[in-house]
């Protein structure tokens, strides 16, 4: 994603790929201009919030209009680099590794899994959904081979650590990580995890205290 705007809220920055989902939903319909209580209507998400996080980058409506689907697109499309493709390694592959092998972002234009790394890699390269996986002895020479940029981390947890303390030498900007640790780098370096078990004791936590 481009830099924007250093104070533009995380929720926002979060909700950006959302919005670009949604909209080139109403695109593909035929729509051409949308207001932001349909936006809200389709994304369940409230049209002050929608508004507000619009406002940080500037006009994109107009009062009594709407939004211009089309332009909207162009925008998001140019905010989070959807005509330039980031090529994703995957570390470790296990279940978690296998499913996202084979899913490798179907849906997504702009990220592709071009290689993997796991234990039952080969200095030849085992393939997977067409995808070579390599033994984690090659990862320095086979990550830059490939061009990728953006590794997914879904490796054991006594493994997460030695495998990130590996990446952060090697220069990454930033790991998705779905080990079960909190990870040690350093501050210009972002990780993003995501714990399914805490996912789900959360949801769980709701669906039983919600209200009737």
Do not use: W
Request: net charge neutral; hydrophobic share 40%.
């Amino acid at each position: 994603m481009k830099a924007t705007n250093n104070n533009i809220p995380q929720a926002t920055t979060k909700r950006l790929p959302l919005y670009y989902r949604f909209i080139l939903s109403f695109a593909e319909a035929g729509q051409g201009r949308i207001s932001s209580k349909e936006l809200s209507e389709a994304m369940k998400i409230d049209s002050a919030t929608i508004r507000r996080d619009f406002s940080h980058f500037g006009a994109l409506g107009k009062k009594g209009y709407g939004y211009d689907v089309q332009y909207l697109l162009d925008f998001f499309r140019h905010i989070l680099d959807q005509d330039e493709r980031m090529n994703v390694a995957i570390i470790g592959v296990g279940n978690l590794g296998s499913a996202l092998l084979n899913y490798n972002f179907q849906k997504s234009h702009n990220m592709k899994i071009v290689v993997a790394f796991d234990t039952s890699g080969t200095p030849e390269g085992t393939y997977i959904n067409d995808i070579p996986v390599f033994s984690p002895d090659l990862l320095e020479e086979k990550f830059a081979e490939y061009g990728a940029e953006l590794p997914i981390l879904t490796v054991p947890a006594r493994s997460a650590q030695f495998m990130t303390d590996r990446l952060v030498k090697m220069g990454v900007k930033g790991i998705l990580n779905f080990s079960p640790v909190r990870l040690n780098v350093p501050d210009n370096i972002r990780v993003h995890t995501i714990d399914l078990t805490i996912e789900l004791q959360t949801l769980s936590y709701f669906i039983r205290n919600d209200k009737p």
